[in-house]
């Protein structure tokens, strides 16, 4: 069993930047990949970033170049941080844990077994 808690979320002006923190439980989060998913109101969920246990890493269109995904493996805990924040990026943010070995790096979230509670980011004006 895999525990995910989220932290960092809070209320930014655009433009401004945050670093949200996912830390997990379980012995095997190393060879997890390890996403984020955001979800606005009346919005379906969204894939924003991933990353595998090697290191490579995939982003949503909307988000590169802004945001960056990372990992410590010692420490169980994976990052997002967010910069050049804009209003449409408000949205309950989601970590989640692919446990399942793949080829690639999933974006739909049947593919990850293992979420957390979520934390709001909310870009004001």
């Known amino acids: 069993q895999v525990q995910l808690v989220e932290s960092g979320g809070g209320l930014v002006q655009a433009g401004g930047s945050l670093r949200l923190s996912c830390a997990a439980s379980?012995?095997?989060?190393?060879?997890?990949?390890m996403g984020w998913f955001r979800q606005a109101p009346g919005k379906e969920r969204e894939f924003v970033a991933a990353?595998?246990?090697?290191?490579?890493?995939r982003y949503a269109d909307s988000v590169k170049g802004r945001f960056t995904i990372s990992r410590d493996n010692a420490k169980i805990t994976v990052y997002l941080q967010m910069n050049s924040l804009k209003l449409e990026d408000t949205a309950v943010y989601y970590c989640?844990?692919?446990?399942?070995?793949?080829?690639?790096?999933?974006?739909?979230?049947?593919?990850?077994?293992?979420w957390g509670q979520g934390t709001q980011v909310t870009v004001s004006s």
């Open positions: 989640a844990a692919d446990a399942v070995f793949k080829g690639f790096i999933a974006t739909t979230k049947w593919e990850y077994n293992y």
């Open positions: 379980g012995r095997t989060f190393s060879s997890y990949t």
């Open positions: 990353i595998t246990w090697s290191g490579v890493t």
